[in-house]
């Protein structure tokens, strides 16, 4: 396979992003003609920001697994798409072919058929990182089902949210998944998300760690049975369902700074073009890398650059079961060396862990068939940028930091790999098609002639932006659409440089980004409140040297039980109960009150600088309701 819209130079870039600012629908248009289509579109852009109401390729008909797999059968059938390697070191990889891929999503999507999966119907995902897992989303995007997945360290009253924001009736597990040295019980979650639940028909149950499990009759099915009976009926192909450019594609819920979670809603087409775009170029894959990117399937980088992106492109994607760190912290190099990776696409968060383990692990690791690196998720500290680029890039591999979101679908603002000049903690330029803006509080567009710094927001639409929140357009358009009119916010703030290069300076919004995972401090608050002791809660983020920010939570306690210690526990049990151990707070403090506004609103803004370790510059305090909680807090801090 050879792309076409592969930029190769500088030049090039220029070139291309003046194009595609000129004329999206040109430039959109001839990127698009290098997919499959069933019917080609009409227009190739309507939108206003202003519903909003976002068509790219409108009127195109299309199945975006025939662009994953099925157009790459004739020529290379037997090239690996998915290597995927296990949590222990010393059970057997397994190599996936685009044929083998092939058989695989055609059985499986007759599983969801003959389990009566229609397509529309929401269908919720909760596995670890298997083969199978992307066989399953993939096969849902053949019979055009929505997929939503979950990701593993979600608790069972998550996903039971979810569940029922999606009305979805199907659900596809596991019965454990490995992770390091932990079994999580993926399937005796889904059991408690699913208590009083009424809506979910089917749950279909893949073998992976032989947990013991408790099948309802009527309701559970195990995977493997379920293609025996395909097998039985001769079921072999399966034909792809033809979709509109804009029936959505998946439901992927993400935190925002309010209240529960949103399911981000993408559309096919848009989101094919784009993902398959960003990949081909800021990685500058060329056909045989091997691409190893790091995240699980169960947040949006392992969408887009392990399934949609690599896959659509014909390349090979290593996927990964286990943590960096399990059995040691070389677990990464090993791979790398195991498979000859080309492309390490991984979080600043999981570099400033191995960091800390020195260079003993890397020794003995060639890292030799390294020619990219990347960085998503959170701002990278440029000690980190050094390090990886010193140690594993061996001072020869370019680095990209990519900056993108859950919503956006594709990474929208990154250097290109070896074409556009990289720079530490910098995501530098705009993808093509991608218009930045910055502005400030009021929503005046920031200008001036050296470095400048605003909320970040963009301008018009590309392909992969979000469409819809599910079930709440309004939550949409309210979120993203009305901080700024006519704008996309980001929640972002961020740097430009007299050049035209983004500094991404982190939210700007009560949004915590912990080890690279978005959380909405309302929601961690909100888990805390529901422990019976608590009267109210306030959390905010703090610097923390390996996570990027750790969660701060000050709680006012009026139970009665046990002692300071094992409130904390109870509060940790509370959160993990609600929203998941990701969710758990690295320090708490118990405060007899918070510091208010006569309105009534909590001050964030002193309680981040004393979780900072700021004791003196506070700013103004004397319009708070009682002053001098502040000085208790400041002398109580953790
Ligand atoms: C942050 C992850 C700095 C940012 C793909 C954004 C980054 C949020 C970068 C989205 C980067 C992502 N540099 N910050 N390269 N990439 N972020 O939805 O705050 O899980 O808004 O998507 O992560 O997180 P999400």
Redesign the pocket.
Known sequence: MSYPYQIKSLEQYHEAYAQSIKNPENFWGDVAGHFQWRRRWDKVLDWNFTEPKIEWFKGAKLNITENCIDRHLENFGNRPAIIWEPNDPEEHHRIITYRDLYNKVCQFANVLKNNGVKKGDRVCIYMGMIPELAIAVLACARIGAVHSVIFGGFSAQSISDRLYDAQSEYIITCDGAYRGAKDIPLKSVIDDALIGNRTVKRVIVCTRTRTAVSMIKGRDVWWEDEIKKIETLGMTDCPAEEMDAEDPLFILY?SGSTGKPKGVVHANAGYMVYTNYSFVNVFQYQPGDIHFCTADIG???GH?YIVYGPLSAGATSLMFEGVPTWPDAGRFWEIIDKFSVNILYTA?TAIRSLMGFGLGPLQGKKLNSLKVLG??????NEEAWHWYDEHIGNGKCPIV????????GG?L??NLAGITPSRPSW?TLPMPGVEPILVDENGKEVTGEGEVSGNLCIKSPWPSIIRTTYGDHDRCKKNYFSTYPELYF???GALRDAEGNYR????VDD?L?VS???IGTAEVENAINMHAGVVESAVVGYPHDIKGQGIYAYVIYNGTHGDEALRRKDILQTVTRIIGPIAKPDKIQFVSGLPKTRSGKIMRRILRKIAEGETENLGDITTLLDPGVVEEIKNGKI
């Open positions: 993400t947040w949006i980088t887009s600043p960085t998503v998720g959170e701002p990278i930091d990519t900056w993108w979101q859950t919503e956006t990474i603002i990154s995501a980001t929640g972002d991404i300076t982190g939210r949004v980004n690279g995972h978005r």
